[in-house]
């Protein structure tokens, strides 16, 4: 069964933050552009085979921030995603549709209305352990480096995280993993998707255009 998991789906199991944190606005530099009104739009790339080519899916998520909403004493921004093109169903993928989602800046780390953490520039490279199941760890860790990425909206300079899993009892590391990259001010830029059991990911998320304040 491992070498079939999907190490995107696993992002749904991202640590929480404390309950009692009641941090309620963006930090001052606003690394994530959580700023109402601010809108990026990303396409979606397949591998062709093992070669190192890839093809448009046609796949397009349309994102922007619409508004802010209290929830649990805490003020979110609410991102408001329309996906099309995804006729088919392409793994990695959202359905075609209107998707909703909230998040906000709790003291470096970006984290959703259930609390779970999606990304910190600024948190130890050292392995941290996201979910415990019976037979294998969810693991993610920051990048020791920045490294650059291309996009149809430009070259950036990122931070990243790993996603991987850990296989128990004798922590063989998943061959698969998965990279978010985002810069500072921008947001998210670039995403690498993986199966598990492939050193080459599978889907790439590349940033077309966006409009930040």
Same mark, same amino acid.
């Given at each position: 069964?491992?070498?079939?998991?999907?190490? =995107? !789906? *696993?992002?749904?199991?991202?640590?929480? !933050?404390?309950?009692?944190?009641?941090?309620?606005?963006?930090?001052?530099?606003?690394?994530?552009? *959580?700023? @109402?009104?601010?809108?990026?739009?990303?396409?979606?790339?397949?591998?062709?085979?093992?070669?190192?080519? +890839?093809?448009?899916?046609?796949?397009?998520?349309? @994102?922007?921030?619409?508004?802010?909403?209290?929830?649990?004493?805490?003020?979110?921004?609410?991102?408001?995603?329309?996906?099309?093109?995804?006729?088919?169903?392409?793994?990695? !993928?959202? %359905?075609?549709?209107?998707? +909703? =989602?909230?998040?906000?800046?709790?003291?470096?780390?970006?984290?959703?209305?259930?609390?779970?953490?999606? +990304?910190? %520039?600024?948190?130890?490279?050292?392995?941290?352990?996201?979910?415990?199941?019976?037979?294998?760890?969810? /693991?993610?860790? *920051?990048?020791?480096?920045? $490294? @650059?990425? /291309?996009? %149809?909206?430009?070259?950036?300079? !990122?931070?990243?995280?790993?996603?991987?899993?850990?296989?128990? %009892?004798?922590?063989?590391?998943?061959?698969?993993?998965?990279?978010?990259?985002?810069? $500072?001010?921008?947001?998210? @830029?670039?995403?690498?998707?993986?199966?598990?059991?492939?050193?080459?990911?599978?889907?790439?998320?590349? *940033?077309?255009?966006?409009?930040?304040?």
């Amino acid at each position: 069964m491992k070498n079939y998991l999907l190490l =995107a !789906c *696993l992002t749904l199991f991202f640590i929480s !933050c404390s309950s009692d944190d009641n941090t309620t606005l963006e930090s001052e530099e606003n690394f994530y552009a *959580l700023t @109402v009104g601010n809108t990026w739009v990303y396409g979606h790339q397949r591998r062709i085979g093992q070669s190192e080519e +890839f093809e448009n899916i046609n796949v397009i998520d349309s @994102v922007k921030i619409v508004d802010t909403e209290e929830i649990n004493g805490n003020t979110f921004f609410k991102f408001r995603t329309r996906t099309s093109g995804n006729e088919s169903n392409q793994a990695f !993928c959202s %359905p075609n549709g209107e998707h +909703f =989602a909230y998040f906000r800046d709790s003291i470096g780390y970006l984290i959703d209305d259930r609390g779970k953490i999606h +990304f910190s %520039p600024e948190g130890d490279t050292e392995e941290y352990v996201l979910k415990t199941f019976p037979s294998h760890r969810l /693991i993610f860790n *920051l990048s020791e480096e920045s $490294e @650059v990425v /291309i996009t %149809p909206a430009g070259d950036f300079d !990122c931070y990243w995280m790993n996603l991987f899993i850990r296989y128990d %009892p004798d922590s063989e590391r998943s061959i698969g993993t998965s990279k978010y990259y985002r810069k $500072e001010g921008i947001g998210e @830029v670039f995403t690498t998707t993986s199966f598990t059991n492939n050193p080459e990911h599978t889907i790439e998320k590349r *940033l077309i255009s966006y409009e930040v304040q």
